[in-house]
């Protein structure tokens, strides 16, 4: 997702455990929209990444769902210094190659914005809920400019910088949190449990040595953090206490090093 009001319940749920949230509307989205061009994953990536240091953020586990998912995987490449992990929402990898941008470009000539955006967001709903009215009603009338660009980007991106990003991902721990996928007929269903997902064997083995969990969420559309924000909570919750279990077992092993060379 790449509008911040999408994650309101992951927010709220992380702040009362009294950690530090920041959350984004990335260029030409929400808040966002002083920017003119470059509507990429690239330069999407590169904003995210500027953040921490503009903040004095000193560590950070990035999350983003759909194209935001390709952001934070942008994003986790430029601040590896940084990014103790990531959490990707729903993601996926598109056809690649150049007829797939082709079509996409005929078909918004010949049917227009409106139609293409609608025929691409119904699948992404189970049923009509008022977060799915508000984000169709969202994306319909959304700047051509921008939704255009960014979906564009997305194609390149999916058939040029997926699999080297992965690899510069290698060690990286990260938490594929799956409800729906496209069928051989290119159609988005949700996914069930034992799902393949042909981009998650992907991503393991090009990243390697990543401790890579992967949480099936089914009989949920394509926006799993807002129709079961619980699950999701839950499943971030359990990623981010591995950190805290780490980081304290880590800070023993210290104290036990200095310990021992104390009494030598």
């Given at each position: 997702?790449c509008?911040e009001?999408?994650?309101?319940?992951?927010?709220?749920?992380?702040?009362r455990?009294g950690?530090?949230?920041?959350?984004?509307?990335?260029?030409?989205?929400?808040?966002?929209?002083s920017?003119?061009?470059?509507?990429?994953?690239?330069?999407m990536?590169?904003?995210?990444?500027?953040?921490?240091?503009r903040?004095?953020?000193?560590?950070?586990?990035?999350?983003?769902?759909?194209?935001?998912?390709?952001?934070?995987?942008?994003?986790?490449?430029?601040?590896?210094?940084?990014?103790?992990?990531?959490?990707?929402?729903?993601?996926s990898?598109?056809?690649?190659?150049?007829?797939t941008?082709?079509?996409?470009?005929?078909?918004?000539?010949?049917y227009?914005?409106?139609?293409?955006?609608?025929?691409?967001?119904?699948?992404?709903f189970?049923?009509?809920?008022l977060?799915?009215?508000?984000?169709?009603?969202?994306?319909?009338?959304?700047?051509?400019?921008?939704?255009i660009?960014?979906?564009?980007?997305?194609?390149?991106?999916?058939?040029?910088?997926?699999?080297?990003?992965?690899g510069?991902?290698?060690?990286?721990?990260?938490?594929?949190?799956?409800?729906?996928?496209t069928?051989?007929?290119?159609?988005?269903?949700p996914?069930r449990?034992g799902t393949e997902?042909?981009w998650?064997?992907?991503?393991?083995?090009?990243?390697t040595?990543s401790?890579?969990?992967?949480?099936?969420?089914?009989?949920?559309?394509?926006?799993?953090?807002?129709d079961e924000?619980?699950?999701v909570?839950?499943?971030?919750?359990?990623?981010?206490?591995?950190f805290k279990?780490?980081?304290?077992?880590?800070?023993t092993?210290g104290?036990?090093?200095?310990?021992?060379?104390?009494?030598?």
């Amino acid at each position: 997702t790449c509008d911040e009001t999408d994650w309101t319940n992951q927010v709220d749920h992380a702040r009362r455990k009294g950690r530090k949230t920041i959350s984004v509307d990335l260029r030409g989205h929400g808040k966002s929209t002083s920017f003119k061009s470059d509507f990429t994953v690239e330069e999407m990536g590169k904003d995210v990444s500027f953040l921490p240091s503009r903040i004095d953020v000193k560590c950070a586990i990035l999350v983003g769902h759909s194209m935001g998912a390709r952001v934070a995987m942008e994003a986790a490449v430029r601040s590896r210094d940084i990014v103790r992990g990531i959490i990707l929402v729903d993601g996926s990898r598109g056809r690649s190659g150049s007829a797939t941008a082709k079509d996409a470009k005929a078909a918004f000539e010949a049917y227009g914005y409106g139609n293409v955006i609608r025929s691409t967001f119904g699948p992404m709903f189970l049923q009509t809920t008022l977060n799915s009215v508000k984000i169709m009603d969202r994306a319909i009338n959304f700047p051509p400019k921008v939704g255009i660009e960014s979906m564009l980007s997305v194609m390149k991106w999916d058939g040029t910088q997926f699999e080297s990003k992965c690899g510069e991902l290698s060690g990286l721990p990260m938490q594929l949190i799956q409800s729906s996928h496209t069928d051989d007929q290119g159609r988005r269903i949700p996914v069930r449990k034992g799902t393949e997902i042909e981009w998650h064997g992907e991503l393991k083995q090009r990243a390697t040595c990543s401790d890579v969990e992967v949480v099936m969420v089914e009989n949920c559309g394509h926006f799993a953090h807002l129709d079961e924000p619980g699950i999701v909570n839950e499943c971030m919750e359990r990623f981010v206490e591995k950190f805290k279990t780490r980081a304290i077992g880590e800070f023993t092993k210290g104290l036990n090093m200095i310990k021992n060379e104390e009494e030598n």
